[in-house]
Each structure stands twice: as structure tokens, then as C-alpha cells.
């Protein structure tokens, strides 16, 4: 049954994904002999464009960049492969009064449209962005590390334990207790001491529970928040740009790195499982019964699908096995994508402003509504009113839709992978009508504009990409499953327990969203590894 | 007019713990309370005629090195164990689990045989992480940073201590201070009636889910001050505690006045010099403060004595009373159905689920209070008929969620809780002789307990340890000058008295030390 290929490979990569395909790129540059075998037709994961409906490329998931590392960017070259980013201007945050919030390109004019919902905030705002900014500095070396194992005495480990000493050593006292408290506290109450605007409020604790299955009043989001903000567009903080062709040409630029640094990439090629043996990784076998052998064996696919699907528990120490199996990775995130014969018209937006289209828009007018939204899921249900994040990416580049018509990407919380009876055709369209409806209260014209709609549940995200319960980042992006901790204690060095084996997506340090950051981390520990 | 060395304000277990070893030391200690009873809220009081019951807290230990070193025993402490929790489910049934290991082992495998496997490990880990964190409260934490070389000593050491457990141990105790409780419940056990029980302490006196990240550190806070799953209370209430520790201060030679007038501090260009209690001033090198930050800050010291910056920290801090306390007044014991005797010297608790605590938290979060609340139930008069008349009996509840700034009115919640209970003791009702209802404001009101905060500040990561009471601040100091803290508000918090002893550590051994 089982076909032996001849090649042998240095190394391989399970899946194509955006961290695959830098670990490939960068593993290639090094001069290994590299094969990406991605199960879909096309690589990219969860950073993908395609045209689900003639003449509209929809982001199927992921929509902005901003945490990709810039050393990647550098490294790999890929600007020169084709990566284009134009920098979002602007964030709309239609209310349910009539009012809006809007944050513009020009930073006089945020500070007035703050004023205008209260004087307080706007002169809090500056302070708020200064100390963000400067946290989020002081925390970017440890993202480019491989993280140390704290319980270890090797002198790499006691090295690297010195090392994050350091960094957290050259805060400031001040910005070190603020640093602890924002690890510790919820989203909410970390906004609560910063500013009193509703609105203002509302839109800001978004970033703390984006593909996160918490409330903004949970313990925790507080640290979601700070990585929403580690991300850099030359040299801007906190800044989300998005890539011309959508984040799927992103995944192209660097797949086009990787080629030509000699990386071989098989697409239709789903893996069906690891080959080990005595304890050591050999190679794949693919479901078709293809068999590849190589000297190392590196996994793009999230934790729980690498060593509970791919691996059989015998190879693995129980142990492991049971940090694998308690994970966190239920999910709450949908991605709606619309075809449209038209703008959607917000009733809440000012005449003239209507380049605030171009931009964000926001469907968070207070934390008490994203709160809501959440207790609404948090039991297996879905949010009767979501959480919103929307762009429309044929404004920013007109190649995403025929002339004349839109696509617009709605990144959509919260709807619970665990779903009570489980998902099915008949929910998607009930949800994504929930979605649609609660669109249109702020665009009414939506429903005479919309030509086709899409959504992504977890349960898609799960079948299609191959995410396990749809989850955005590999895993909750909780305290207890980051740094040192992610995926597993003893096991955050991309390492695992099968020699020769690896991990490389966002199932490990730093964790989800479109970064590059595990992808080559890994490749610099096998590296060390394999000179 | 008499002059004292050190004035303390307020007498809760803390201060008097503080006032024990300051006044060994030699200081001359006055302690001052305004309120009549010694202890404020941590008090036993008539409540009906001949009926003795908790104010406050009730259940609480102090720690047992502070009993042994002042001799508590020897002043009338007499420690009485409530070592049986008891879950009362749905349909009037219930299960208990107990010290004994073997014993409860049992009990959970007659729900569910792979939790009773699992549940000796389960304990054995959160004592692990509860033990490593008693070691970190019986030290000042570290203000410095980047640490001091004496801050580094201290770290080291516990990271030494964290290091013995083993790797495995060592990361899985890391991993527990931040998760949520919800989250540790689902890693231990399957049976919903167990993880609801279990997990009751990682909200007890917060208005926070069990859904909520860093949960299980309230849950190992309450274990490792011995006030977790079986707890403990003395015998003649939780007052007696502070019974004790009076009788063992006046030894000492501290003085304690009841009913003092109320209270403020005089600063003098930046120093506290001694303190107006009613219309008397008195002076004193050295005042200390048992009340919460924000009451001391913003109350018994004017804020403009204070930094801007200073000021919105103490503005910051998170309180959030949500406990409301009853006590009822029973003519007869009430029968629990199900419920042994033996269980009935231990504490009931009305949390079958986790889910049904986070519900209750939805509504409490909103202001509200559950129409279906979490409820801790306790008999103090199976362990100390001297709190009632013969043949009757005092029961306490515990109540969450009451948020402090919510409208409900005290019968409301009494009849809510009759009405729970009365599933499980059908005539429960027709045995109140009395009630007693204490919500969160009646706590700010009479006993200065910030927003009715029973622990002086919420028990949580983000106000514990180096953050607590305030960054900066966690060696008991205030940036006034000869002004200290040394209540529950502070490092590591609860009634252990570990927060007192803390603070008069770092007074004998820096600032008070004889010339
Ligand atoms: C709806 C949604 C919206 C998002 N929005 C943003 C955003 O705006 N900005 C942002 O920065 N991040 C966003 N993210 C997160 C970000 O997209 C992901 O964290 C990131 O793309 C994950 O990259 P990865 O390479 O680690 O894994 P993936 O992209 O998941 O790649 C894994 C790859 O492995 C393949 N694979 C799995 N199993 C096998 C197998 N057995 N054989 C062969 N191949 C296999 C998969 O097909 C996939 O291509 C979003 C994610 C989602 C789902
Ligand atoms: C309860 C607790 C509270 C903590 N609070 C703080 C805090 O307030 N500030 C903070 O920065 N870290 C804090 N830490 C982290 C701590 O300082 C170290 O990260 C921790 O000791 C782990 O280091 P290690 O395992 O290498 O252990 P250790 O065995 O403690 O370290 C090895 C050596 O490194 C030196 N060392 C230890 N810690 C430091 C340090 N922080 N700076 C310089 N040299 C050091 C000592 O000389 C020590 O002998 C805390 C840790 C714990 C457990």
C-alpha cells in the first residue's frame, strides 16, 4: 500500500502555513534540503485570499498584519517577493445612539474627536499610547526567543533565564509594576483606570479578547491587550496594515522566499501521520501512502493535532501526553466574508468622513456590550449581539473586487466551538444571520448591497484549515500556556520529546497571529541543533 | 497626656499581632478601636437576645506560628475545626468530603470513580503550591527594581524552594498561580458536583467567576492561610481570635481602647505624629494603620499630604464587596437532609457547578444580585453551645454574590436564602427566632471596610505579593514618614495575622530598633 518515495530530505515541514513556510525559508537559506507538504491546494493556513465567489477574493481568516516580526521581513526579503503593505488610517466606532468614535491618521485630530466624548481621555490618550509603546519595547526581545526552561540548569538555560532577567531588569520599577499588574488584571479594569469614555473604552478592550474565549472583565485579557500592541509597521506601534492582495499574498511572498532558497513545496499532500522510529523521527507518510523520509521532521500544525492525530501517544511520555491533551484551544471566532454591489452606509457617519471606510470599523460601543457578548456564548451558545471587527479591503485595493463592487471582511465574536448539539449548515446560517442583522442596525442599506455572504466558523476553520477547534492562535493565548509554558513546560523550545522532531506554528512561543515569529524561532533551535 | 512610642488604628487580628510583637520589643503600643468591640468586623456580638454570631468573616486561623510564639493558648485560644465540607445538589442530596483521605476518596468515588483516583494528587499539588506560597507571605516582599541584593536573597530562596519541588512540580505550581479555576477543575476531575465544590474557594470574597484567569490563586490564598476547603474558627466565634490576642497583648503591656471617637492622623510636613481619636489628640514616633489603603488615604490621612501620582494608585485599587453575611437565630436544630452531625460541625456549601457559580457572577457583575447564589452554611453552636440557649442554634451564611453598590434590600436577601436552604432543611423557615443581615455597604459604613471588602483590598494576582497594597508600598511603609500599614490590606492579606507580624518585622528590625 505504501509507496516509498526515493528523496530524502533534511528536513520537512508539515504544513504550509505562514510560520512553515518561514521555517522552510529560513532552514532552505541555511542550505538544507527542505520539502513543505501542505494538505490544502494552496499554502498560507489561516493567512489566506481566495475567491469563494467569482470576482471577489475574500480573507477567508486572518485580515491585518502587524506583529510580523520585521526581521522577517528583512531576512527573507519579501518586499522584494512581492509583500506590499499600505498602513490602515483609521478606526469607526458607530454607537448605538446615533454618535460614533473615530480615531484618524492625523493625531490632532483623534485627540479632538476624543474631547469629544470627554476632555479627560484625550489628555489620557497620549499618556495611555506612551506607556503602551514603551511596555510593549521592553517586551519585544523576548519574542525573538527561544524561551528558556526555567527548571533546567544547563548553562543555555541559566543563560538564557539571565537574559530575560535582563530585559525585565532594564524596565524601569514603575513600568515593571505596571507590567505586572496588566500580566494580572482584566482588560477592563486596566481601562477602567485609564479613561471613563464608554466608547472610547469599548473599542479599546478589543484588542484584549480577539480570538481569546474570555470576557474583557476576566484576569488575563490583559496581556492579550499588550500583544496587540507589540506589533510595528516600520517603525509604528500599533499599527495593522494590510497587505495588497490580502494576507494571502503575504503567505505567496514568502513562499516565493522559499522557493528560492531551494525549497521544494507539495500542495494536496495531507500528512497522515509522523514516522518514528525507536524514538526517533524518520520521516511522513502521507495519506495517500506516499512515504518521505528525512532527517528531521518539522510540524506547522497546532499542538493538539501534531501529537494527538499525527503521532501515536506510544512514542510520547504520558506526561506530555496529558499537557497536550489539557491545552486550552476552544475557540470563539468566526470570519464572515461579504460580496457587495456597493458601500454599506452607517448611519452614525458623519457626511464627508466617509474615508473612515477605509479604515476599521468597529462594532464594540461599550465593554459592557463585549461582555455581553461573551456571557452569551461562554455556556456553548453564540453572542446575540457580536463583537465586530470589519474592513473593507476593496477600498484599500480595488483588484479585490470587480470594478464597482466591495468585498468586506468581518472578523466575528463570540460563537462557541463547543456549541451545544455541536455546529451544522442549518446554525452557520442562523449565526451569520445574527451577524448580518446586527451589521445592518448600524448600515441599513447592507441587505439591499449584499450579494453573497460567507462565514467561517470554528467548525470550518477546524475542517478546512485544519485548525483544532477553529482556534485562531494554535491554543489560547492564556498565562498559563505562554513562554516557557507554551505548548507544554518542559517542551517550549520547539523541541519535543521525539528526537528530531520539531514544532513551528503558533502552538509555541510567541504564539498566534500573523508574526512569522515561531517559524523562525524554530528554525534558529535547529539550527543549533543541526549546524 | 500620655505618650506612646506607636499607636495603632484599628484591632483586627493584624494589628493586634503587630501590637503583640512591637510591644515584646519594648515599644509602648496603644491600640485604638473605634467601634465598641475589640476586632471591628472580626467580632462575635449578641445579635438576638442570648444569640452569638460573627460579624464578618467567619471561619478563619491564625497562623500557628503566631499562636505558639505569643502564647495563644495559654490566653484562651481555643482552635475549633470545621474538617468537613459539605455540597448540597439539586433534589435535596448532597455528599461530604472530609480530612481523612481515604475517607473522601470513597465519598468521590461514589460520583465518580476516576475523580476519587485522581482527587489525593489533586491535593497533593495545590499543597505544593499552597505550602510555597506560605513561604512567600512570612517574608516582606522585594520594593526594589531591579531587586536589591537583599531582594535577590529572598527570591532565591523561594525560587529555591519552587526548584526542590522537582521540574514537573516546579512548573505545574507556576502554571497554577495564573490559571483560572474553571480551567483546573477541568484538568482534575469530570464530575460537575465536585468541581463546583472545589472551586467555591477560588471566588470566596471576590466578585470575580470562576471563568476569570488567576482564579486559583484566591484558591490557594484561602488554603495556605488554612482557610481553604476545611477550615476552622475558634471556640466562641471568630471574635475569640482576637480575644486571645488582646489578652496576650495586654500581657505585653499594649493598651486597647473600644469606642475611641473617630479617628484620623496628624501629619506634620510629611511625618505622622500621632493621631486624633474623637477630640483627643495623641502623640506617638510611630502610627500604624490596620484600615485598608484607600480609608487610610483618603479618610484617617488628608489626600492633599499625598502625591498626585501617589493618589491614583490608591484610587486604583480593586475592592468590589460582594458577601453579604447573615446570621439566623434558630429554635431548634435544623435538620439537613442527608447531612450528618458530624457534617454539620463543617461547612455547607450551596455551589453545585462551576457554571452555576459563574452564572451567579454574570448577574453580579451587572450590579445585581443572583436570584441563584453561591451559599457557605455553618453551625457554630455544633462546636460551642455558648453562643445560643440551650437547644438552640446560631447559623451563619456567607452569601455571593451581593454586589457593594447594589440596590437589594436585606429581606430580600434573607427570604432568597430561606428560600434556598429550605430545599434542604423544609422547615428551616419556621425555626427563625431571628435574623441578622450585613451587606457590603453596612461593612464600608461601620467598619471602614472599603466598599465592604472583607479582606481589606481584592484578593487577587494583581494586588498580591511586590503589588500589594500598592507597587511600591509592599513594605508595609506609606510615603508618609513614621506611617505604616499593617492590615489585611497589605501583604500577603486575611486574618493569619501574617500581615501584622510582616509589618512589625520590618519595624523592629530597621526602624525600631533599640538605640
Ligand atoms: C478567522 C481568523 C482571523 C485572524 N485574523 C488575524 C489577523 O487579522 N492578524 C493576525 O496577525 N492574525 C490573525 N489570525 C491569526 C493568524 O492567522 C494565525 O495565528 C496564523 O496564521 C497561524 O499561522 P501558522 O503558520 O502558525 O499556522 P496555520 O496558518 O494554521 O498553518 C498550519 C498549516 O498546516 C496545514 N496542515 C495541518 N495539518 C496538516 C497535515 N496533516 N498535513 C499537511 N498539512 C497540514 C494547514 O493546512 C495549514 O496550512 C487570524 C486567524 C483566524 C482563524
Ligand atoms: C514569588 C516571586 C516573586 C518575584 N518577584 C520578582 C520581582 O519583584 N522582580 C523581579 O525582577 N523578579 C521577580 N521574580 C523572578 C525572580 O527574580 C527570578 O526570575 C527567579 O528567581 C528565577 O530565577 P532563577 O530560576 O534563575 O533562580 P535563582 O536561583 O533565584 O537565580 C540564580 C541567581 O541569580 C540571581 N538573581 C535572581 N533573581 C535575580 C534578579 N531578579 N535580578 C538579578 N539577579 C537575580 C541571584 O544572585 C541568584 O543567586 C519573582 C519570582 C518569584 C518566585
Known amino acids: 500500500m505504501s509507496k516509498s518515495t526515493n528523496n530524502h530530505y533534511d ?19 541555511a542550505g538544507k534540503k527542505v520539502l513543505v507538504l ?6 498560507g493556513g489561516a493567512t489566506i485570499t481566495e475567491e469563494v465567489y467569482p470576482g471577489f477574493k475574500f480573507l477567508i ?46 493625531h490632532e485630530a483623534t485627540r479632538h474627536e476624543i474631547e469629544r466624548h470627554s476632555k479627560r481621555d484625550a489628555e489620557a490618550y497620549d499618556e495611555y499610547a506612551r506607556v503602551m509603546r514603551r511596555l510593549a519595547i521592553a517586551l519585544r526581545p523576548l519574542l525573538d526567543m527561544i524561551p528558556p526552561d526555567p527548571t533546567s540548569v544547563t548553562p543555555k538555560d541559566l543563560e538564557t533565564m539571565a537574559r530575560v532577567r535582563g530585559v525585565l531588569n532594564n524596565m524601569t520599577r514603575d513600568d515593571f509594576h505596571l507590567l505586572s499588574r496588566l500580566m494580572t488584571m482584566s482588560a477592563a479594569d486596566f481601562l477602567d483606570e485609564w479613561f471613563e469614555g464608554t466608547a472610547l473604552k469599548g473599542t479599546k478592550c478589543t484588542s484584549g479578547i480577539i480570538g481569546t474565549f474570555m470576557g474583557p472583565r476576566s484576569p488575563g485579557t490583559g496581556y492579550v491587550l499588550l500583544h496587540h500592541y507589540i506589533g510595528e509597521l516600520d517603525g509604528t506601534f500599533r499599527a495593522w496594515g494590510f497587505a495588497r492582495g490580502g494576507t494571502g499574498a503575504l503567505s505567496q511572498a514568502i513562499a516565493s522566499a522559499a522557493r528560492e532558497a531551494g525549497v521544494e513545496i507539495k500542495t494536496n499532500s495531507p500528512v497522515a501521520h509522523v514516522n518514528i522510529k525507536n524514538g526517533e523521527a524518520t520521516g511522513v507518510t502521507l495519506e495517500n501512502g506516499d512515504e518521505y523520509s528525512a532527517s528531521i521532521v518539522v510540524s506547522n500544525a497546532d499542538a493538539k493535532r501534531t501529537f494527538l492525530k499525527l503521532i501515536e501517544p506510544k512514542h510520547l511520555p504520558d506526561d506530555f501526553v496529558s499537557d497536550i491533551n489539557r491545552f486550552r484551544i476552544a475557540s470563539p471566532a468566526c470570519k464572515v466574508n461579504l460580496a457587495l454591489d456597493g458601500l454599506p452606509e452607517f448611519t452614525s457617519m458623519p457626511k464627508g468622513k466617509e474615508a473612515l471606510l477605509r479604515g476599521s470599523i468597529e462594532i464594540a460601543p461599550s465593554i459592557d456590550y463585549v461582555e455581553q457578548a461573551y456571557d452569551d456564548a461562554k455556556y456553548g451558545g453564540w453572542s446575540r449581539k457580536p463583537f465586530m471587527d470589519a474592513l473593507i479591503p476593496s477600498l484599500l485595493d480595488p483588484g479585490m473586487a470587480p470594478p464597482g463592487k466591495h468585498v468586506m471582511s468581518l472578523f466575528v465574536q463570540y460563537a462557541s466551538s463547543d456549541l451545544d448539539g455541536g455546529w451544522n449548515e442549518e446554525k452557520k446560517a442562523q449565526f451569520l444571520g445574527i451577524v448580518i442583522d446586527t451589521l445592518a442596525e448600524h448600515a441599513p442599506n447592507l441587505k439591499k448591497i449584499l450579494i453573497h455572504k460567507h462565514i467561517m466558523t470554528p467548525w470550518d476553520l477546524e475542517r478546512m484549515i485544519g485548525l483544532t477547534s477553529g482556534h485562531i492562535f494554535h491554543g489560547e493565548l492564556a498565562l498559563q500556556q505562554l513562554f516557557f509554558l507554551r505548548p507544554s513546560p518542559q517542551w517550549s523550545n520547539y523541541r519535543t520529546p521525539i528526537k528530531n522532531m520539531y514544532m513551528c506554528g503558533s502552538s509555541t512561543h510567541p504564539g498566534g497571529c500573523i508574526t512569522g515569529a515561531p517559524g523562525r524561532n524554530a528554525a534558529l533551535a535547529i539550527l543549533e541543533d543541526r549546524p | 497626656m500620655s505618650t506612646y512610642n506607636t499607636i495603632i488604628l484599628g484591632s483586627s487580628p493584624n494589628a493586634l499581632t503587630a501590637a503583640c510583637y512591637l510591644a515584646r520589643s519594648g515599644k509602648k503600643v496603644l491600640v485604638l478601636e473605634p467601634t465598641e468591640h475589640i476586632g471591628g468586623a472580626v467580632s462575635t456580638n449578641q445579635f438576638a437576645e442570648s444569640f452569638k454570631a460573627d460579624t464578618g468573616l467567619m471561619s478563619g486561623r491564625l497562623d500557628a506560628e503566631i499562636v505558639k510564639d505569643l502564647k495563644l493558648t495559654d490566653h484562651g485560644l481555643e482552635v475549633v475545626e470545621r474538617s468537613a465540607l459539605s455540597s448540597l445538589l439539586p433534589g435535596g442530596k448532597s455528599f461530604t468530603l472530609s480530612c481523612d483521605l481515604d475517607a473522601t476518596e470513597k465519598v468521590i468515588a461514589g460520583i465518580s470513580p476516576a475523580d476519587a483516583k485522581k482527587y489525593p494528587a489533586f491535593m497533593n499539588l495545590v499543597n505544593l503550591a499552597s505550602n510555597f506560597l506560605k513561604s512567600a507571605y512570612s517574608v516582606t516582599p522585594p520594593v526594589n527594581h531591579p531587586p536589591s541584593k537583599e531582594d535577590v536573597e529572598v527570591l532565591s530562596e523561594l525560587s529555591a524552594q519552587l526548584k526542590g519541588y522537582g521540574r514537573r512540580e516546579m512548573t505545574e505550581v ?63 466565634g471568630i471574635g475569640a481570635l482576637c480575644q486571645a490576642l488582646a489578652a496576650a497583648a495586654k500581657s505585653y503591656g499594649v493598651e486597647i481602647r473600644t469606642m475611641c471617637g473617630s ?20 502623640e506617638a514616633s510611630l502610627v500604624i494603620s490596620d484600615y485598608d489603603a484607600r480609608h487610610t488615604f483618603t479618610h484617617l490621612v488628608a489626600p ?79 462546636s460551642d453551645a455558648s453562643l445560643a440557649p440551650s437547644g438552640k442554634h446560631v447559623m451563619s451564611v456567607w452569601m455571593q454574590y451581593a454586589p457593594c453598590h447594589s440596590t437589594a434590600k436585606t429581606e430580600h436577601l434573607r427570604d432568597l436564602v430561606l428560600e434556598q436552604l429550605s430545599e434542604f432543611c423544609p422547615n428551616l423557615k419556621s425555626l427563625v427566632e431571628h435574623s441578622q443581615v450585613f451587606l457590603p455597604n453596612e461593612y464600608e459604613s461601620q467598619f ?14 494583581a494586588q498580591s505579593f511586590y503589588l500589594r497594597p500598592l507597587p511600591g508600598f509592599a513594605q508595609y511603609r506609606t510615603p508618609i514618614a513614621q506611617l505604616y500599614l499593617c492590615g489585611s490590606a497589605t501583604h500577603p492579606g486575611g486574618i493569619s495575622g501574617l500581615s501584622g507580624r510582616n509589618a512589625a518585622r520590618e519595624l523592629g528590625a530597621r526602624d525600631m530598633l533599640p538605640a
Open chain 1, 11 to 29: 528536513v520537512i515541514v508539515i504544513g504550509g502555513g505562514h510560520n512553515g513556510l518561514v521555517n522552510a525559508a529560513y532552514l532552505g537559506k
Open chain 1, 38 to 43: 501542505e494538505q490544502r491546494h494552496t499554502v
Open chain 1, 61 to 106: 481568516a486572518s485580515y491585518l498584519i502587524s506583529l510580523l516580526r520585521p526581521d522577517v521581513i528583512q531576512e527573507l526579503e519579501l518586499v522584494r517577493h512581492g509583500l506590499e503593505i499600505m498602513p490602515l488610517e483609521s478606526t469607526f466606532v458607530p454607537l448605538t445612539n446615533g454618535n460614533y468614535l473615530a480615531d484618524w491618521p492625523d
Open chain 2, 174 to 236: 507556576m502554571r497554577l498561580l495564573v490559571m483560572s479555576v474553571r480551567d483546573l477543575m477541568d484538568e482534575w476531575f469530570v464530575s460537575p458536583e465536585l468541581k463546583g465544590l472545589l472551586a467555591t474557594a477560588a471566588v470566596r470574597g471576590t466578585n470575580q467567576g470562576p471563568f476569570a484567569g488567576n482564579t486559583t490563586y484566591n484558591l490557594l490564598h484561602h488554603l495556605a492561610q488554612g482557610d481553604g476547603f476545611f477550615r476552622a474558627t475558634a471556640k466562641g
Open chain 2, 263 to 282: 479617628l484620623s492622623i496628624n501629619v506634620a510636613d510629611g511625618v505622622a505624629t500621632g493621631v486624633t481619636a474623637g477630640t483627643e489628640s495623641i
Open chain 2, 304 to 382: 492633599p499630604e499625598l502625591e498626585p501620582e501617589f493618589n491614583r494608585a490608591v484610587k486604583n485599587l480593586k475592592y468590589r464587596g460582594a458577601v453579604a453575611r447573615l446570621n439566623f437565630a434558630l429554635k431548634e436544630f435544623p435538620e439537613f437532609a442527608g447531612i450528618t452531625d458530624e457534617a454539620m460541625k463543617g461547612t455547607l456549601v450551596l455551589a453545585p457547578s462551576v457554571a452555576y457559580l459563574e452564572k451567579a457572577y454574570d448577574t453580579s457583575k451587572r450590579g445585581d444580585v443572583p436570584a441563584q447564589p453561591y451559599l457557605e452554611v455553618a453551625l457554630p453552636t455544633m
Open chain 2, 448 to 461: 471602614h471596610l472599603t466598599e465592604g471588602n472583607l479582606y481589606g483590598a481584592e484578593i487577587s494576582l
